[in-house]
Nanobody, 124 residues
Framework: QVQLVESGGGLVQAGGSLRLSCAAS????????MGWFRQAPGKEREFVAA????????NYADSVKDRFTISRDNAKNTVYLQMNSLKSEDTAVYYC?????????????????WGQGTQVTVSS
């Protein structure tokens, strides 16, 4: 089992920045591919970004490319999502997720473990 706890969400004005963190405990963090997903009210959960175990390979949704950066610190068992130039359409609950294997998947169903989510609200 892997337990995931997100933090760092909040209210920010459009154009601002936030950094989300996800702390993992349980099994060896460096064995897992980590992803961030988000879900806005009335919408499906959607992929945001993912990062390989070593951090060398990342994958981003087109909607956040060049604005968001995913990174990880395996010594701290933590994955981060730096969000810049935030837009109102980025408003959602953001979830951290973990999966085994080697594919940096954008598919929510491929992830085995999920955090409880953290709310990000961007005011225009």
């Amino acid at each position: 089992q892997v337990q995931l706890v997100e933090s760092g969400g909040g209210l920010v004005q459009a154009g601002g920045s936030l950094r989300l963190s996800c702390a993992a405990s349980g099994r060896t963090f460096s064995n897992y591919i980590m992803g961030w997903f988000r879900q806005a009210p009335g919408k499906e959960r959607e992929f945001v970004a993912a990062i390989r175990r070593s951090g060398g390979t990342t994958n981003y949704a087109d909607s956040v490319k060049d604005r968001f950066t995913i990174s990880r610190d395996n010594a701290k068992n933590t994955v981060y999502l730096q969000m810049n130039s935030l837009k109102s359409e980025d408003t959602a609950v953001y979830y951290c997720a973990a999966r085994g294997g080697t594919y940096v998947s954008p598919t929510a169903g491929h992830y085995n473990y999920w955090g409880q989510g953290t709310q990000v609200t961007v005011s225009s």
